[in-house]
């Protein structure tokens, strides 16, 4: 599988963008995909995470109420929808994807084998 993610832009505090990992190749409903973030001068964090099925979603503290995500595996894409943007939300977002994830493991990016190039968000003050 591979993936491209897209969607990133510039948006003032408070405003939404969407974000989509578009796989291609190998069988997308079996892969768990994951959004991960990695700020400038910082570690690459965990976003969220959509399990292959669809009916499980995990989401870090930091975005809970604001972000959502969702797949749609007709068009082997998943998408990370932001609202009330931060500019601490400010960074390149990844999306990665793993066949073989439990869920024990799914906040770690180590444990996604496959990752997309990134797209940058940028949230203006």
């Known amino acids: 599988v591979q993936l491209q993610a897209s969607g990133g832009g510039l948006v003032q505090a408070g405003g939404s963008l969407r974000l989509s990992c578009a796989a291609s190749g190998g069988t997308f409903s079996r892969q768990t995909v994951g959004w991960f973030r990695q700020a400038p001068g910082k570690e690459r964090e965990f976003v969220a995470a959509?399990?292959?099925?669809?009916?499980?979603?995990y989401l870090a503290e930091a975005v809970k109420g604001r972000f959502t995500v969702s797949r749609d595996n007709g068009k082997n894409t998943v998408y990370l929808i932001m609202n009330s943007l931060r500019p601490d939300d400010t960074a390149v977002y990844y999306c990665a994807a793993s066949s073989s994830i439990i869920l024990s493991s799914i906040r770690m990016s180590r444990s996604y084998g496959t990752w997309g190039q990134g797209t940058l968000v940028t949230v203006s003050s």
């Open positions: 959509i399990f292959r099925s669809g009916g499980n979603t």
